[in-house]
């Protein structure tokens, strides 16, 4: 991607923001954490307790949306039980559904998010077995947890979170690949998936133009809507969320589906949407953007991972048949849109106004 002059990073490259510095540094984060948590032998160098069977994820923001895309995941590929739930909606619940073998995980950049601290002590007097992710050593949440996994993305800067979520991501895909393990299962393929994900990562840089075209036309329109299946809803969300923290422009992110019962009726002519297609979705999402466009006529962008999707006014290609790639790639697209998107609205996006780091109390 073009780089411009103000932030430098050790390698003496140019970026433009620290959110664009770090959604750069992604490629050589996953590999790191590869690096560190797995060895040749394709074992998976993280402690966990030994009988797991019902899991919860409990965070905020950004790392919420690590939860939804992480939820299904648990439950696709390590066939366990897995729900997620905000901080701030957990400590208003009344009951906690908890089993023989329960772990509840948090997940959390800063590990001092003040909501997602105060479902964790609530889920603790319960003698729940608690495990937490952050990318912050000794940080409260790192304490007070039996079970920890540092995400290990360097320290992250850029309110709006992009690094520390990919790391969070990957790290929950190593829990889930090591409870497969466990059950006697070989995930060899998957991880060399993984491995294989970096390179792919800097393969998305190659849309760039595509990307900037897309944020300029983005920058036209104050109606936006990000579409996506399962794993991909909470990706669209995570785009919404980055576009809204940068840009101050109310996206909003629905499942493909749900969207045709209703919602739809949002769009026209001065609308657009942002539609994520894969594999999996790629008949049933081609399908409804075509009655999408002929009763509504909005703008249409997709970031498809499907190389002969056209379904677009603009397709950005992120080609891959892996899911566990996809996701990634959908994402670090939305990230750059969203960064994007802010140069050209003249938004500082290391300056949000009114957000900071860390939420507390
Ligand atoms: C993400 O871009 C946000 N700045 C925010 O939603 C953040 O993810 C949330 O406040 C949770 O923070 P944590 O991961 O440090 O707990």
């Known amino acids: 991607m073009e780089t411009k002059k103000t932030e430098q990073n050790n390698n003496q490259e140019h970026y433009c923001s620290i959110m664009q510095k770090e959604i750069f540094e992604q490629p050589g984060v996953v590999k790191y954490l590869l690096e560190k948590y797995t060895d040749e032998k394709d074992s998976i160098n993280i402690e966990l307790p030994s009988k797991i069977d019902n899991i919860v994820i409990v965070a905020s923001g950004s790392s919420y949306n690590c939860a939804a895309i992480a939820a299904p995941l648990f439950i696709e590929y390590a066939d366990i039980p897995c729900e997620y739930e905000y901080s701030s909606e957990f400590i208003l619940q009344k009951k906690h559904f908890i089993t023989p073998d329960s772990l509840y995980i948090f997940v959390s950049q800063s590990g001092e998010t003040s909501d997602t601290l105060n479902a964790l002590s609530a889920i603790k007097a319960e003698g729940v077995k608690t495990m937490c992710i952050t990318n912050a050593k000794n940080s409260t949440m790192w304490n007070l947890c039996d079970y920890r996994i540092l995400s290990d993305a360097g320290e992250e800067k850029s309110i709006a979170s992009t690094k520390a979520l990919t790391a969070q991501i990957l790290c929950s895909i190593l829990v889930l690949l090591k409870i497969k393990a466990h059950k006697g299962e070989d995930i060899s393929g998957y991880l060399n998936t993984m491995r294989r994900l970096p390179a792919y990562l800097e393969r998305i840089k190659n849309e760039e133009q595509k990307i900037k075209s897309a944020a300029k036309e983005l920058s036209n329109y104050s109606n936006i809507s990000i579409l996506g299946n399962k794993n991909y809803y909470p990706v669209a969300k995570e785009g919404a ?121």
Do not use: W
């Open 241 to 361: 969320l980055k576009i809204k923290e940068t840009c101050y422009l109310n996206v909003m992110a629905y499942p493909f589906g749900e969207f045709m019962h209703g919602h739809v009726a949002v769009l026209n002519q001065k609308s657009v949407v942002v539609a994520i297609i894969d594999e999996e979705n790629a008949q049933f999402a081609v399908r409804n953007l075509q009655k999408i466009r002929n009763d509504y006529s909005p703008k249409i962008i997709c970031i498809t991972s499907v190389q002969d999707v056209k379904a677009g006014d603009l397709n950005i290609y992120i080609k891959t048949k892996r899911k566990l790639k996809a996701i990634f790639g959908s994402l670090l697209t939305l990230q750059l849109i969203a960064c994007e998107l802010a140069s050209i609205l003249k938004r500082n996006p290391d300056q949000p106004k009114g957000l900071k780091k860390v939420v507390k109390d």
